[in-house]
């Protein structure tokens, strides 16, 4: 059972892949303290990764996969 929430198993699941995931993640993290950096500082239970990965688990940002025409 996992400590985790989410779930680490059912948020790769939904990426696809632990690479996908590990990139996606840490790209929307980036973006989080680059436009929330006070929410961060005073919250600092709360870490950039998991709100990321909460946020890709709830669905509010996906995966965009390229067609065969790029």
Request: aromatic share 10%; glycine share 2%; net charge positive.
């Amino acid at each position: 059972m996992s400590w985790l929430n989410p779930p680490i198993e059912k948020v790769i699941e939904r990426a696809g892949n632990k690479y996908i995931l590990c990139t996606l993640v840490s790209k929307r993290a980036k973006e989080l303290l680059l436009d929330k950096p006070e929410f961060f500082k005073n919250n600092q239970k709360i870490k950039p990764v998991e709100f990321a990965s909460k946020e890709f688990h709830e669905g509010l940002y996906t995966i965009s996969k390229p067609t065969s025409d790029d």
